[in-house]
Antibody, heavy 121, light 110 residues
Framework: EMQLVESGGGLVQPGRSLRLSCAAS????????MHWVRQAPGKGLVWVSR????????SYADSVKGRFTVSRDNAKNTLYLQMSSLRAEDTAIYYC??????????????WGRGTLVTVSS | NFLLTQPHSVSESPGKTVIISCTRN????????VQWYQQRPGSVPTTVVY?????PSGVPDRFSGSVDTSSNSASLTISGLRAEDEADYYC?????????FGGGTKLTVL
């Protein structure tokens, strides 16, 4: 069974850093692009970042560019999101998401349960 | 970069048909596939339409997607509305460097 399990969320002060992880299982992780999507409480879905299967290509939403870094360890089947200079507006549930097809990035077919990040003093 | 604009909310009675629109503000709606996601309260999103008009297995044929280049918009049509269809619906598309979600539409089944 395919699973995506996020971890690393929590309460963090503005300006500090946090690293999220997403443990993947049940599929060939190294063949898939992966995304991070976030959802602030009571708000809509917002794409955050994506990374291709061999980590040679990454993209970011303008709101996080220069502050967040996506990476992956295919040997550990794990996706990461390093978040720095955190702001109150980064408060959200962060989801790890896999597209439908290997070597494709255009959709969001499989979602983890998410991890909550709260940025507050 | 482009935006996808959806109505904030729609409502309709059980058994009726509702159409949710998703308008792209720049670039052609036909240039990249549009997907639609359903998110019920407390749950993660699930795909109801992908590649403009394809339904994943398990999604009833009451759900259908279309694209209209004249209005540069995509639409999700839900027919034979049921109480269980009450949820938030998001359209989504992409370009070479960005993925974009619409703001979401809250569907209320009266």
């Amino acid at each position: 069974e395919m699973q995506l399990v996020e971890s690393g969320g929590g309460l963090v002060q503005p300006g500090r850093s946090l690293r999220l992880s997403c443990a993947a299982s049940g599929f060939t992780f190294s063949s898939y692009w992966m995304h991070w999507v976030r959802q602030a409480p009571g708000k809509g879905l917002v794409w955050v970042s994506r990374i291709n299967s061999d980590e040679s290509s990454t993209s970011y939403a303008d709101s996080v560019k220069g502050r967040f870094t996506v990476s992956r360890d295919n040997a550990k089947n794990t996706l990461y999101l390093q978040m720095s200079s955190l702001r109150a507006e980064d408060t959200a549930i962060y989801y790890c998401v896999r597209p439908s097809y290997s070597n494709s990035y255009f959709d969001f077919a499989y979602w983890g349960r998410g991890t909550l990040v709260t940025v507050s003093s | 970069n482009f935006l996808l604009t959806q109505p904030h909310s729609v409502s309709e009675s059980p058994g009726k048909t509702v159409i949710i629109s998703c308008t792209r503000n720049s670039g052609s709606i036909a240039s990249n596939y549009v997907q639609w996601y359903q998110q019920r309260p407390g749950s993660v999103p699930t795909t109801v339409v992908y590649e403009d008009n394809q339904r994943p297995s398990g999604v009833p044929d009451r759900f259908s997607g279309s694209v209209d280049t004249s209005s540069n918009s995509a639409s999700l049509t839900i027919s034979g509305l049921r109480a269980e269809d009450e949820a938030d619906y998001y359209c989504q598309s992409y370009d070479n460097n960005y993925q974009v979600f619409g703001g979401g539409t809250k569907l209320t089944v009266l």
